[in-house]
């Protein structure tokens, strides 16, 4: 017999407040799963042809002010489980926050793990998006990771089994799996070092990014060889509006939301005159690495 659902569905429940940018429309229908045997047993009960998309943290997400009219299922308080194997692995379910991850490594005695610390998002966001910096990347340290398919059922796969790149990450023979959870490898080292080096990376993030105004992190991702925040500066665009949103003063990469008074629809267009204006000075095709999804207004 069918296990009854354990978790809480929201109807058109507005993303503003899940989303870090502070903006956009609403979801028709908003998933909060209780846990991962919750969110299978969900899943083997959704149609088939419903549009569903996973959401973490929401701090590289904006679904347009039109709204997304499909299921968004919500990770972060359902897929918590972050341990330590016997084999010396570390088992991570996808809701966890990725500086957690970074912590745990630390206070384990592991190394590799610090740059997580930096991006805050689930670790299902940092795998789906490949997620890294300061010269880490989320994939270096997969093993295996346990995807769920559409159908509910539970799936190991390994590195091999993906394609991965600079910010994407995707499977090479199939398209309607989610991530889980993930079994990760660090080396072992000094790990108040790893401690040592979180919070000088931490430090360095506050006094470089505008982290005290609504915003998704970096906007596009760096062309081969150059930094987009150093074209869209040199482009004379820092502190450019439209509507409430604005180019970061800060980071030129990075567009805020001062108050959230800005809808999806005026930052989607203030990304869309940074391409313009960088592809007419420079030639230079800017590349967008925070995801858009959903209906314009
Ligand atoms: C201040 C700030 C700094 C940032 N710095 C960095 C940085 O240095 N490096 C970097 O790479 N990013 C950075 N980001 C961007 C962002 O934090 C990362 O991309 C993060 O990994 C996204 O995680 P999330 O849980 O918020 O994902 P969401 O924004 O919720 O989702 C992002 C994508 O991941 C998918 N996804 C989420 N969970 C799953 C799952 N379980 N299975 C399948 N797909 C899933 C979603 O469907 C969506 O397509 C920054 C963001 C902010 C706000």
Redesign the pocket.
Known sequence: MAETLRGRLLENEPMAGHV?WRAGGAVAKAYFPADLADLAEFLRRLRPDEPM?????????LVRDGGFDGTMIF?HAALGVLRREEDGSVYVE?GVA?PKVARFAANNGMVGAEFLA?????F??????N???HGGETWNFVERVLMLTRRGDYLERTRDDFAIGY?HVGLKNATDE??AAAWLRFPAGDGELARRKITELLEKRMAS?P?DLP????VFRNPPGDHAARLIEAAGLKGITEGGAQVSEKHANFIVNPGGAASAGEIERLIGRIQAEVREKFGVELVREV?IVGEAA
């Open positions: 870090s998309m996973m959401v973490g943290l929401g701090s590289n997400l990770t996808t990725s930096g991006i805050p998002g689930t299902g966001g940092a795998l789906a998006m997620a890294g910096c910010r989610v991530f990014q982290l915003n998704a992190g970096s995801r």
